[in-house]
């Protein structure tokens, strides 16, 4: 889990659309942090590839940055990350996970949040919070 997690930002990280679509269910959706796409849920492989080219030709050049990865269950994960531009932090963000039986990502969805609101719900034990 925590390996498909890091291979996913990674992929975000490098603009990767061949990567994403190896990592994802052909019938994902994939909500992504609100930061410079216009459409808010991207379905299937056609869709991540969409999200991919939009978010490369946007003027906003910005990487996420892995705090944490942590199962909620056995098919879910949460990712925390930093949202860097220029290598300098610009807030928070945290993308929940659903993988397939056969291990790829079928649902993701990001989120601009603090650590501290995840616990408020449940999605993050205080143990995992963040200083």
């Given at each position: 889990m925590?390996?498909i ?10 603009r990767?659309g ?6 994802c ?14 459409q ?6 056609d869709?991540?590839?969409r ?15 892995i705090t944490l990865?942590r ?9 925390l990350s ?5 290598g300098r ?8 996970g659903?993988l ?5 990502i079928?649902e993701?969805?990001g ?7 995840l616990?408020y ?11």
């Amino acid at each position: 889990m925590r390996a498909i997690a890091h291979r996913f930002n990674d992929a975000f990280n490098r603009r990767d659309g061949h990567e994403l679509v190896a990592l994802c269910d052909r019938e994902i959706d994939f909500r992504p942090v609100p930061l410079d796409t216009s459409q808010r849920l991207y379905h299937g492989h056609d869709g991540l590839r969409r999200w991919v080219a939009e978010v490369s030709a946007s003027a906003v050049r910005y990487q996420a940055e892995i705090t944490l990865v942590r199962a909620v269950n056995p098919k879910r994960f949460i990712l925390l990350s930093e949202i860097l531009v220029r290598g300098r932090v610009l807030c928070p963000a945290a993308m929940t996970g659903l993988l397939t039986d056969t291990g790829l990502i079928a649902e993701a969805d990001g989120y601009l949040s603090k650590p501290e609101e995840l616990a408020y719900f449940g999605l993050l034990p205080e143990e995992d919070q963040i200083p």
